[in-house]
């Protein structure tokens, strides 16, 4: 039989990478990465270098032409593989990584009138100076009892698209007006492939508070907001909203030349990278948590029944499978924690070290931080590098790390860095099933269950849960390939729905992660002491991190 390949395209934090499939078996042919050249602009703008505020993150969609530019072609070149036998292409896209658009769908930083101006670029998901925009929203909506405020776990996150366009709008007035549009990257990045101009339902549900039935917030919310926004929805954001697996429309002659395929080759619409991931462990049903585990760590549920509960980040119906509902939540900075600590706080002594021992600095930490038991270091920390994103929806909290002493080693807080974010999860479980949710299965997939051996021990610890890991490395790009072959259809050598893509292209690892007892039950006890400190500092215990921000901010 002939073979036939998809190509999944997964646009992170710092880099972008293609993925080429066999269908027949989810078999991984060829990769390729192209870090963004830009990375994550968090300081100043290339180019004028004009300073950018706290909480500031933007991209260069340059850097995401980039990756098709080049990953696409190698993958071809090193598999050696015929454009005609790729019948599919999938993207998938951090979120809510946003842009202002003119009217022929260019992004508005890639224009001279506009390029020094920081509203005009990216706003990438991570881009936090949108919190006062979210909590006025989370407040008038709450006033008005707006029936979408319950499906995002009762707050809207500084993360989302409206927070992000209203601070567009408050900042730089004359940029929200001459945007024609904003969009997703990664319905962007898809236009850019097909000429088509479609909205990914995924995105469009988790981080625009669009739903299925009732669309996106009223004009008379909007309107509350502020009445320059009252006609947002079908204007600036306006288009067909499709849901994923289908196809946006054929590959264009031009990115067909750039890219090294065919004319017409189906290509899907976007999808989160985080959602695109759970048919990639080969989960189609419900009770089964997928824990998508990179620079940050999104939480994943499918069930048969909505519920709203506080801290999760969305309900969505069709979210992530067709004809369940799709949860998500998610802790904003977990890989993210590790390397600040590895590239800002970790002593040369250690950086030498594990140049000796020809390992990373990473490896060199797990390896000594394995020598610990449980709570024997004395410390605890919580995890708030990039604030909290489940459960408690603030931007604003910090991190903490208690309990040094003079005798405290650098292994010791890079295990209770891990730790702390072992016990975030542990409050994202039981979110889930204080609501109703059950929690039957884990499986942990992403850059970090390849990584890091004591990092999934201690989850399993910590949890007291088994946990099955994705055998995919590229478990993002494998996801978005699937889709590809959803958009290709049967007849084209693909598939007619996920869930047949799923039962042949995602592949689990044999081994698995299961708990310890003895450690488990120290865990059980340092996870009170991790509740009590959630709770006096991101409960209203204490106003320290609050106080802290705002004098930051004042400069
Ligand atoms: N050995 C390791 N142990 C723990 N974290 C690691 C290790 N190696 C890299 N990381 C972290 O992994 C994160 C990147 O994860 P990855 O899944 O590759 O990217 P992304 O989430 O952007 O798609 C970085 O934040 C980095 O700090
Ligand atoms: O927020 C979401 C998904 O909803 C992610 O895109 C965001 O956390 C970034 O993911 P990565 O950690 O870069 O994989």
């Not at 073979?3 to 992170?12: A, E, K, L, N």
Request: aromatic share 8%.
């Amino acid at each position: 039989m002939k073979r036939r390949y998809s190509i999944g395209i997964d646009f992170g934090t710092e880099s972008g990478r293609a993925l080429l499939v066999d269908l027949t078996n989810g078999e991984e042919v060829a990769t390729h990465v192209t870090v963004y050249s830009h990375g994550v602009i968090g300081e100043k703008l290339p180019g004028s270098g004009q300073k950018l505020g706290t909480d500031w993150a933007l991209q260069h969609p340059g850097d995401y032409m980039e990756v098709l530019r080049r990953s696409v072609s190698e993958v071809l070149r090193t598999a050696s593989v015929n454009m005609e036998d790729v019948v599919g292409i999938g993207v998938d896209f951090t979120a809510c990584t946003m842009m202002p658009l003119d009217s022929t769908g260019t992004p508005l930083c890639l224009k001279a009138e506009w390029r020094e101006d920081p509203h005009s670029w990216v706003k990438l998901w991570k881009h936090h100076a949108a919190q006062t925009e979210a909590n006025r929203m989370n407040e008038i909506a709450k006033a008005r009892g707006e029936t979408f405020l319950p499906r995002y776990g009762g707050k809207v996150s500084s993360e989302w698209m409206i927070p992000k366009i209203w601070q567009i709008l408050n900042e730089a007035p004359h940029i929200y007006e001459a945007a024609d549009m904003f969009m997703e990257a990664a319905d962007w990045i898809v236009m850019q492939m097909t000429g088509e101009q479609i909205r990914n339902s995924c995105a469009a549900g988790y981080k625009a508070l669009w739903n299925k039935r009732e669309g996106y917030p009223s004009r008379g919310f909007l309107q509350s907001l502020d009445p320059a926004m009252a006609d947002l929805a079908e204007t600036k954001l306006r288009g067909t909203i499709a849901p994923l697996g289908s196809k946006a429309g054929g590959l264009s002659w031009e990115m067909a030349g750039v890219m090294g395929l065919c004319p017409g080759t189906a290509v899907a619409v976007g999808n989160i990278d985080a959602h695109a991931m759970v048919p990639a462990c080969g989960v189609v049903t419900p009770g089964k948590l997928v824990m998508a585990m990179g620079t940050s760590t999104c939480h994943l549920m499918l069930s048969d029944k909505e519920v709203h509960a506080e801290g999760i980040s969305g309900v969505v119906e069709d979210g992530i499978v067709a004809g369940l509902y799709g949860y998500e939540a998610g802790q904003a900075a977990v890989g993210d924690i590790f390397a600040w600590y590895v590239d800002h706080a970790v002593p040369a002594y250690i950086k030498q070290a594990a140049t000796e021992a020809g390992i990373t600095v990473y490896e060199w930490l797990e390896r000594e931080a394995s020598a610990y038991l449980p709570g024997q270091s004395g410390l605890i920390a919580l995890d708030w590098w990039n604030g909290n994103r489940s459960v408690l929806a603030d931007a604003d909290l910090s991190g903490l790390l208690l309990g040094c002493t003079l005798q405290t080693k650098p292994e010791e807080i890079y295990r209770a860095l891990i730790e702390a974010t072992a016990f975030g999860t542990r409050k994202i479980i039981e979110a889930f099933t204080d609501s109703g949710i059950d929690v039957d299965e884990l499986y942990a997939c992403g850059g970090l269950p390849q990584r890091n051996r004591l990092l999934m021990q201690i989850y399993a610890d910590v949890t007291g849960r088994e946990i099955k890991i994705a055998d995919s490395v590229q478990t993002a790009a494998l996801g978005a390939a699937m889709f590809g072959a959803v958009a290709a259809g049967s007849e084209e050598g693909g598939y007619d729905s996920i869930v047949d893509a799923a039962a042949k292209m995602a592949q689990l690892r044999k081994e698995t992660f299961k708990p310890n007892p003895a450690h488990a039950a120290i865990y059980d006890e340092l996870y009170k002491q991790y509740s009590e400190l959630q709770d006096i500092f991101g409960r209203g215990g204490s106003q320290v991190m609050k106080k802290l921000k705002e004098i930051k901010v004042k400069g």
